[in-house]
DNA sequence: GAAGATAGTTTGTGCCACGTATCACGTCAA
DNA sequence: TTGACGTGATACGTGGCACAAACTATCTTC
């Protein structure tokens, strides 16, 4: 199954490349992709990202510098932070996530729509047993 | 072509954690992979990660300290070094591969052999078109 | 042999991730 | 109500990773 191992590389580079493009990591991508339909606490953040809190600090705070995330303190929780896309990171999250998807299709041109469909199915199976 | 993107992160991370295992990040496995068959130059080492040269230096110092790798002067260039996996790194190479194989073909257990065999054709299809 | 190319290292910068400690706020029980 | 404890977030220190620019030492070429 190293034809596996190596297409998920070949998929890291293509995400690192279009962060590059727009001078993001991917994991600042991901944070971008996961604020675009949730406003949540870091803490959940950085469930999401699979990441302790104290990392979320660092990543959130950089974002922040750069314009592209705001922190507002929780409503319901004195203690709490919501994170959220600013306009510019919104701008950024959807254009990033365009040319990804163009960029991950484009490799995949070389298979047929049978291939296309029969390949994203079992993928999905492998992610969702 | 989102699957594919969540599948290259649970790949990402089934590599990360048997590194973890070994106290090893995602690029020092790499680096011990490509050693594996190999006694490359400390440029081409950079060439097959796709890393800057200096970035090289750390990476293969880091190993170094750590008994997995050996530095030895190039027999035909005074100024070249060649890298090659110590005993100790290359039983660390062989046990992870089996790790990372046994954790990757459970992963695609879900799968029959027959959608497995199509998976790792279609797969090999995208990494050589 | 001198000029330029090449292999590696060094240094400085910045991002990323972790663990630990700390602070502030919430919650729960006595 | 107040004290003890739990929880959300940050601060700090450490270390790996990656890059660019500057440097050293050795080829190579003319």
Known sequence: MDALVQLSFQVQRILAAVGAEHDLSII???LLGILRDRQPGMLEVGQHLGLDKSSITGLVSRAEKRG?????PSPHDGRGVLVALTPAGR????????QITRRITELTKVLNATQRKEFTQLASVLLNP
Chains 1, 2 share one sequence.
């Open 28 to 30: 600042q991508i991901r």
């Open 68 to 72: 592209l995330v705001q922190r507002t």
């Open 91 to 98: 701008r950024l999250a959807e254009q990033g996530e365009m």
